[in-house]
């Protein structure tokens, strides 16, 4: 049994659809790119930088809490005059 004999490799319409077949293929492809750089990539740029904002946004208000706590925390008490101290840290009567 031979190999021509076996399947249709050897017939020339075999070759011409595989041929068909890889344009389609290709074509396929090049749609895709196209749409890929046309439409998804803008969107997920656009996303992508709303993202980077609103984060940005978020470490800014965290921020700007530490530095209000921090202020707080730092600030020096001044004791009512009935609990003020001598010189040696104890209440004067």
């Known amino acids: ?43 997920v740029r656009r996303e992508s930088i709303k993202a980077m904002r609103s984060a940005a946004d978020a470490l800014r208000n965290l921020a700007d809490r530490f530095e209000q706590n921090n202020a707080a925390v730092n600030q020096p008490c001044n004791p009512a005059p009935d609990q003020a101290k001598n010189e040696h840290g104890e209440p004067r009567p």
Do not use: C, F, K
């Open 1 to 43: 049994m031979s190999a021509q004999n076996s399947s249709d490799w050897g017939s020339p319409g075999v070759g011409q659809r595989i041929e068909e077949a890889i344009e389609r293929i290709e074509m396929e492809l090049h749609h895709t790119i196209a749409y890929l750089n046309d439409a998804v990539i803008p969107q």
